[in-house]
């Protein structure tokens, strides 16, 4: 019988030299990556200051709640749905939590401690609830997902005001400011000692789930079903994977993300803003420039991390380089549409 | 007399299949002139070719004996030549009247749409047809689908076409809907128009048709008066005499029957259906498409769980509600469509092939990546797939090799039952012929197969028997020695009931 090696000639014999850079420029991880690299080391070079460690830390902890929410969206694109209400459902759960942590009549034998660790688990199980239920109306009432999260984005902002009647939260316990701790800080280091004392828990939690779930996503089942639901429901379900099961699990899987980027985005600062910026815009953003198709299929959770890590690095880059912050909204708007074209010719590529 | 459309050596090659070879037809003014020809015998292709949505690689087309070019939809239009698709192309949230004067309604000079000259028009238009029960002003969504189709031949009037070309318009008719547009066809043979007829129905052929022309596998076999002919020979032209030897179907030993349906029912798609298979035994399945073929398959395999309806395996009577379960039970279905229901054609061979074994390929819920390179390694050599790299995205391959590597995902599943719906459609020669030595191989194996096809010569030489659904009905079944294009392609096409030649009487309302 014939061997494998005999048959055709890779393709890509005729490209033989550029294979590197081809493989490289093929990758969205390595194009953000070396995007990253440079921006730093130019708005550095022109602005030294930029490269001070007290802001260099915030240039990888500003978006490190919207990258673990990313998680979450990544999933949810990849098997070609979306969700709107993530902003909405973010400061909702935000609220939740530091309303929990100020709250004074919980039983006496409650310790202030065991109130801190229900402020900052509660928004993870409510999440995932509201995530399922979004799931369930995606995957077994069949009703588009940007419908179901539209109605849900309403939903959910209808109650923060009504609940909060506007006022911020403030006066939470010291032990509750989990993002604004230092993990590393007395640890003794034998170089970079600043920069690492002073990287701050949001990051750690950034870096610590983005590489769980990519290896999940990359080397289990149930990742590879996710991909192959997104790449092809009919195919994957005539292949035996119940695509209701890898749907309804994406949705909770979302809703747990949002929970814990809740609880990054509440413990921050002293207040809980109940205002709402276009959280989900910004973490949608991530996602596509990231590498995610929006028709599904493809695309990582490293990407989005790094999207998001980008976005935050040119938001502050630009007060540096005396460029009105403003403009921040027009690049990222460049920047999803340079992203969708690229996957654009990627796609003719692969079906040429 | 003249034509007033002939197609000339026409031929039209789509990648890896020639879909029409040399084809003539043409239609002369006050004639109805029926195509005939199995599934994929070339028909649409040419129908396509003549209303300007494909333009033939060579041959000619000849307008009342002028060369022309259709270049598109709308310059066929412009020509007189109408198409009535099977799927009739309706705005249903718009009026009868709007949707006969699409794009072309009566106008003021200020370009405003002149509403009641247009109800007025569409009425006339109507009771041209001797249609009079039709109101203009209903949306068209609300209307049956005889109605419907009303609307779309009196668009085509309204277009004031000279050829009007109908794609199986009784397919989804009632009777009494049939019986008023052949009045309606009749009308207009009066008046001089042509109409090309294409239908699986022989009896509406002798009923309506003045000749017929049969085409197979992409050749033109023959141009006939209808009162020149008989059923019999155009269900030879159809359904052709010669088998090629490209179908090596290996003596085998068939043992136990290993599946059992018994009163299968999932209405209207399939009704009361029973069978058996054996190991080692393929058995063939033949029939029209929409006869429920498919739809056998996908009750069998959990994707349109029964209504009601026994399913036996190894004698043991099981419940498939899904896919996943009929797996369990070593049921495996290579499916009818290979890019939407066979492959994730983003990604690459080796994933695609292992989708049906994760489970297997896992522990504690982690994909062991060196067993599934072996697995993507071995099967690629087995099937002799030709791809440089297991990690070569799908899309890319040849359809041959595609349609391998989704059988090579349904073999890692071992299964005792395999259900091939049209595993060699749009494949090359040589491919196919891969495809039919691996399922002789897997049958000698003890693998027990239901082969679901449109191609009778492949059905005929691969089976040891053959079954063939009609309306959702098994309605004949044939031993390898009894069976016969001629008696295949009868009980496909109505004529023949339980293996039985039907009375002529009988067979009027079919």
């Given at each position: 019988?014939?061997?494998?090696?005999?048959?055709?000639?890779?393709?890509?014999?005729?490209?033989?030299?550029?294979?590197?850079?081809?493989?490289?420029?093929?990758?969205?991880?390595?194009?953000?990556?070396?995007?990253?690299?440079?921006?730093?080391?130019?708005?550095?070079?022109?602005?030294?200051?930029?490269?001070?460690?007290?802001?260099?830390?915030?240039?990888?902890?500003?978006?490190?709640?919207?990258?673990?929410?990313?998680?979450?969206?990544?999933?949810?694109?990849?098997?070609?749905?979306?969700?709107?209400?993530?902003?909405?459902?973010?400061?909702?759960?935000?609220?939740?939590?530091?309303?929990?942590?100020?709250?004074?009549?919980?039983?006496?034998?409650?310790?202030?401690?065991?109130?801190?660790?229900?402020?900052?688990?509660?928004?993870?199980?409510?999440?995932?609830?509201?995530?399922?239920?979004?799931?369930?109306?995606?995957?077994?009432?069949?009703?588009?997902?940007?419908?179901?999260?539209?109605?849900?984005?309403?939903?959910?902002?209808?109650?923060?005001?009504?609940?909060?009647?506007?006022?911020?939260?403030?006066?939470?316990?010291?032990?509750?400011?989990?993002?604004?701790?230092?993990?590393?800080?007395?640890?003794?280091?034998?170089?970079?000692?600043?920069?690492?004392?002073?990287?701050?828990?949001?990051?750690?939690?950034?870096?610590?789930?983005?590489?769980?779930?990519?290896?999940?996503?990359?080397?289990?089942?149930?990742?590879?079903?996710?991909?192959?639901?997104?790449?092809?429901?009919?195919?994957?379900?005539?292949?035996?994977?119940?695509?209701?099961?890898?749907?309804?699990?994406?949705?909770?899987?979302?809703?747990?993300?949002?929970?814990?980027?809740?609880?990054?985005?509440?413990?921050?600062?002293?207040?809980?803003?109940?205002?709402?910026?276009?959280?989900?815009?910004?973490?949608?953003?991530?996602?596509?420039?990231?590498?995610?198709?929006?028709?599904?299929?493809?695309?990582?959770?490293?990407?989005?991390?790094?999207?998001?890590?980008?976005?935050?690095?040119?938001?502050?880059?630009?007060?540096?380089?005396?460029?009105?912050?403003?403009?921040?909204?027009?690049?990222?708007?460049?920047?999803?549409?340079?992203?969708?074209?690229?996957?654009?010719?990627?796609?003719?590529?692969?079906?040429? | 007399?003249?034509?007033?459309l002939?197609?000339?050596?026409?031929?039209?090659?789509?990648?890896?299949?020639?879909?029409?070879?040399?084809?003539?037809?043409?239609?002369?003014?006050?004639?109805?002139?029926?195509?005939?020809?199995?599934?994929?015998?070339?028909?649409?292709?040419?129908i396509?070719?003549a209303s300007g949505?494909?333009?033939?690689?060579?041959?000619?087309?000849?307008?009342?004996?002028?060369?022309?070019?259709l270049?598109?939809p709308h310059e066929a239009q412009s020509q007189g030549i109408a198409t009535i698709y099977?799927?009739?192309l309706?705005?249903?949230?718009?009026?009868?009247?709007?949707?006969i004067?699409?794009?072309?309604?009566?106008?003021?000079?200020?370009?405003?749409?002149?509403?009641?000259?247009?109800?007025?028009?569409?009425?006339?238009?109507?009771?041209?047809?001797?249609?009079?029960?039709?109101?203009?002003?209903?949306?068209?969504?609300?209307?049956?689908?005889?109605?419907?189709?009303?609307?779309e031949i009196a668009k085509a009037l309204s277009l004031n076409a000279r050829i009007l070309i109908m794609d199986?318009?009784?397919?989804?008719?009632?009777?009494?809907?049939?019986?008023?547009?052949?009045?309606?066809?009749?009308?207009l043979?009066?008046?001089?128009v042509g109409i090309i007829?294409?239908?699986?129905?022989?009896?509406?052929?002798?009923?309506?048709?003045?000749?017929?022309?049969?085409?197979?596998?992409?050749?033109?076999?023959?141009?006939?008066?209808?009162?020149?002919?008989?059923?019999?020979?155009?269900?030879?032209?159809?359904?052709?005499?010669?088998?090629?030897?490209?179908?090596?179907?290996?003596?085998?030993?068939?043992?136990?029957?290993?599946?059992?349906?018994?009163?299968?029912?999932?209405?209207?798609?399939?009704?009361?259906?029973?069978?058996?298979?054996?190991?080692?035994?393929?058995?063939?399945?033949?029939?029209?498409?929409?006869?429920?073929?498919?739809?056998?398959?996908?009750?069998?395999?959990?994707?349109?769980?029964?209504?009601?309806?026994?399913?036996?395996?190894?004698?043991?009577?099981?419940?498939?509600?899904?896919?996943?379960?009929?797996?369990?039970?070593?049921?495996?279905?290579?499916?009818?469509?290979?890019?939407?229901?066979?492959?994730?054609?983003?990604?690459?061979?080796?994933?695609?092939?292992?989708?049906?074994?994760?489970?297997?390929?896992?522990?504690?819920?982690?994909?062991?990546?060196?067993?599934?390179?072996?697995?993507?390694?071995?099967?690629?050599?087995?099937?002799?797939?030709?791809?440089?790299?297991?990690?070569?995205?799908?899309?890319?391959?040849?359809?041959?090799?595609?349609?391998?590597?989704?059988?090579?995902?349904?073999?890692?599943?071992?299964?005792?039952?395999?259900?091939?719906?049209?595993?060699?459609?749009?494949?090359?020669?040589?491919?196919?012929?891969?495809?039919?030595?691996?399922?002789?191989?897997?049958?000698?194996?003890?693998?027990?197969?239901?082969?679901?096809?449109?191609?009778?010569?492949?059905?005929?030489?691969?089976?040891?028997?053959?079954?063939?659904?009609?309306?959702?009905?098994?309605?004949?079944?044939?031993?390898?020695?009894?069976?016969?294009?001629?008696?295949?392609?009868?009980?496909?096409?109505?004529?023949?009931?339980?293996?039985?030649?039907?009375?002529?009487?009988?067979?009027?309302?079919?």
């Open positions: 019988m014939a061997s494998v090696t005999q048959t055709v000639k890779p393709i890509s014999r005729r490209f033989a030299v550029p294979r590197v850079l081809r493989s490289i420029i093929g990758s969205q991880e390595a194009v953000l990556f070396l995007a990253l690299v440079l921006l730093i080391a130019y708005v550095g070079n022109e602005n030294g200051r930029f490269l001070a460690t007290r802001n260099m830390v915030n240039v990888f902890s500003g978006n490190a709640y919207i990258a673990v929410a990313a998680i979450g969206m990544t999933m949810v694109i990849i098997t070609g749905n979306i969700d709107i209400s993530v902003g909405s459902l973010m400061v909702t759960l935000a609220m939740f939590s530091g309303a929990i942590s100020i709250y004074t009549h919980f039983p006496s034998w409650m310790s202030e401690n065991s109130i801190i660790w229900l402020a900052w688990i509660a928004p993870l199980i409510v999440g995932g609830i509201v995530g399922a239920i979004i799931g369930f109306f995606v995957t077994y009432l069949r009703i588009p997902a940007i419908v179901v999260s539209l109605g849900f984005m309403s939903i959910l902002k209808g109650i923060l005001i009504i609940v909060s009647e506007g006022e911020r939260i403030t006066g939470m316990p010291d032990g509750y400011a989990l993002a604004q701790r230092h993990p590393l800080e007395k640890v003794p280091l034998p170089i970079f000692e600043d920069f690492f004392h002073g990287l701050t828990m949001p990051i750690f939690f950034m870096f610590g789930l983005i590489i769980l779930v990519a290896l999940w996503m990359r080397y289990s089942a149930t990742g590879r079903a996710l991909y192959a639901v997104g790449g092809n429901a009919e195919a994957a379900r005539l292949s035996g994977i119940s695509e209701h099961r890898i749907l309804m699990l994406t949705f909770i899987l979302n809703g747990f993300f949002v929970g814990i980027a809740s609880v990054l985005y509440a413990t921050q600062f002293s207040v809980i803003q109940v205002t709402l910026p276009p959280i989900e815009m910004t973490i949608i953003t991530a996602v596509v420039v990231g590498g995610v198709s929006i028709l599904g299929g493809t695309g990582t959770v490293i990407g989005a991390m790094l999207a998001a890590i980008l976005l935050n690095t040119i938001t502050k880059a630009l007060v540096f380089v005396d460029i009105s912050p403003f403009w921040m909204r027009a690049i990222q708007g460049v920047l999803i549409l340079i992203t969708v074209l690229a996957d654009l010719l990627r796609r003719q590529r692969q079906s040429a | 007399m003249q034509p007033l002939e197609l000339q050596h026409i031929t039209k090659t789509f990648p890896g299949v020639k879909a029409l070879d040399d084809v003539q037809f043409d239609i002369c003014a006050g004639e109805v002139h029926a195509l005939l020809g199995e599934n994929g015998a070339g028909k649409s292709t040419l396509k070719i949505v494909y333009q033939p690689d060579a041959g000619d087309i000849l307008l009342e004996g002028k060369p022309v070019r270049g598109s099977q799927e009739l309706l705005y249903p949230e718009l009026t009868v009247a709007e949707n004067f699409m794009g072309h309604a009566p106008r003021t000079p200020f370009g405003a749409i002149r509403w009641i000259s247009m109800r007025e028009k569409a009425r006339e238009l109507l009771a041209s047809l001797n249609i009079y029960d039709l109101d203009v002003t209903r949306k068209v969504g609300a209307l049956s689908v005889g109605n419907r189709q009303r609307v199986e318009p009784t397919a989804a008719l009632t009777e009494a809907d049939v019986e008023r547009l052949f009045n309606i066809m009749k009308l043979k009066g008046r001089g007829y294409i239908s699986h129905r022989l009896q509406e052929v002798f009923d309506m048709g003045d000749r017929v022309t049969v085409l197979r596998d992409g050749r033109y076999i023959g141009t006939k008066a209808v009162t020149d002919t008989t059923e019999d020979e155009l269900i030879n032209m159809l359904v052709g005499r010669s088998i090629d030897n490209l179908f090596p179907k290996a003596e085998t030993q068939i043992g136990n029957v290993v599946l059992e349906v018994e009163h299968l029912n999932h209405k209207p798609l399939t009704r009361d259906v029973s069978f058996q298979l054996r190991e080692g035994e393929i058995v063939g399945m033949a029939g029209l498409v929409g006869s429920g073929r498919s739809e056998l398959a996908q009750s069998i395999f959990g994707l349109l769980p029964a209504q009601s309806g026994i399913i036996r395996i190894n004698g043991k009577a099981i419940r498939v509600r899904n896919p996943r379960k009929a797996m369990r039970h070593g049921v495996a279905y290579l499916p009818e469509d290979r890019g939407t229901q066979g492959l994730v054609r983003q990604m690459n061979l080796r994933i695609n092939m292992s989708l049906t074994v994760l489970r297997m390929l896992s522990r504690a819920s982690f994909i062991n990546r060196q067993k599934e390179l072996k697995l993507a390694l071995s099967t690629i050599e087995k099937l002799s797939i030709r791809a440089y790299s297991p990690n070569q995205i799908v899309g890319k391959l040849s359809g041959g090799n595609q349609q391998k590597v989704v059988v090579g995902k349904w073999l890692a599943t071992m299964p005792r039952i395999l259900i091939v719906d049209e595993p060699t459609r749009g494949i090359d020669v040589g491919a196919k012929a891969e495809i039919h030595r691996l399922m002789g191989e897997l049958a000698k194996q003890g693998l027990a197969i239901l082969m679901i096809s449109s191609e009778l010569p492949e059905v005929l030489g691969m089976s040891d028997r053959i079954l063939v659904m009609r309306e959702g009905r098994i309605v004949a079944e044939y031993s390898r020695a009894d069976a016969t294009q001629e008696n295949i392609g009868m009980a496909m096409m109505g004529n023949i009931e339980n293996g039985h030649p039907v009375e002529e009487h009988q067979m009027d309302g079919v």
